[in-house]
């Protein structure tokens, strides 16, 4: 029976991976949320993390705006408590399936960041998650697996998809940013693909490094926001493009967050759909609703 670990587990990912691992009975699965488990304290990392087969983390300190204010208190969580999760790991002989972001790049590319692409971001948050990957690539260079992903939602908790469709319940238009690019992500269908990289991992099929988890093509939030409101039943008309400029943020957010998926041939699996198929498959999904159709 194959052993595993989600940290951050009442998290939007992580309640989708407990949801796809629930659906296979020759899994032992262990479920630690941050009040389980403070991947900051090296002796509770080093207990949870015994006697497992495969580690996925999720957890994270996610607050882009507040790092920016608090680099060293994102850092001890997105660096140095990866640090302590991958040398857990290293010595448990457990392989670990780490989340990281698209923030670790500039945003100045104008064609897909390839995974081998130098990292070089442009805030705290950013800076904290290069940490982290630092830190898996050092301890676990060949039982560690960093999947970046980007602009998720899904079906659990607050999310960009989420929001603009209750601020369509209040306002007749919505300004969205129409200069930022990048791939929508349906946490489940990534929850799906974690899965599946750790059985191949396990069956010695996927070399370890980095692999990119975002869905395929690219829009901007303005083209996501006129997308979900279409599939909601709602009139994508009320959605109007507008500039970054107009809403300023303590953090500054990549313009381009488009990532390249060749390294997924290798571990002899598909990239993700595209973002409008995933989009469409979320909204008629059976997972808890945070995406709702208008009656």
């Given at each position: ?241 507008t500039t970054s400029d ?24 598909p990239p993700l759909p ?22």
């Amino acid at each position: 029976m194959t052993r595993i670990l989600v940290t951050g587990a009442s998290g939007m990912l992580g309640r989708d991976l407990l949801g796809v691992l629930d659906t296979r009975p020759d899994l032992t699965v262990t479920a630690a949320t941050r009040a389980d488990l403070d991947i900051t304290d090296a002796d509770a990392v080093r207990a949870a993390v015994a006697g497992q087969d495969v580690v996925f983390n999720t957890a994270a300190w996610t607050d882009v705006d507040a790092a920016e204010r608090d680099e060293a208190a994102a850092t001890a969580v997105n660096g140095h408590g990866v640090a302590k999760l991958a040398q857990a790991c290293a010595a448990a002989g457990a392989r670990l399936v780490h989340l990281s972001t698209d923030y670790v790049f500039p945003g100045d590319a104008d064609t897909p960041y390839r995974e081998d692409a130098p990292t070089h971001p442009i805030n705290a948050y950013g800076r904290s998650k290069v940490a982290g990957e630092q830190a898996v690539a050092r301890f676990l260079p060949d039982t560690g697996y960093l999947v970046r992903t980007a602009w998720l939602y899904g079906g659990h908790g607050r999310n960009f998809v989420s929001t603009m469709l209750g601020l369509a319940a209040t306002r007749d238009h919505l300004d969205v940013v129409d200069d930022q690019h990048g791939q929508p992500t349906w946490s489940y269908a990534l929850a799906t693909r974690l899965v599946a990289l750790a059985d191949a991992a396990l069956a010695g099929r996927a070399p370890a490094g980095i692999y990119h988890g975002t869905c395929s093509g690219q829009t901007t939030w303005y083209g996501l926001t006129r997308a979900a409101f279409a599939l909601a039943g709602l009139d994508p008309d009320r959605v109007r493009p507008t500039t970054s400029d107009r809403f300023p943020r303590p953090a500054p957010r990549p313009a381009y967050s488009v990532l390249g998926h060749d390294r997924w041939a290798e571990a002899g699996l598909p990239p993700l759909p595209d973002w409008r198929d995933a989009l469409s498959d979320a909204f008629d999904s059976a997972t808890p609703p945070a995406l709702r159709k208008v009656a």
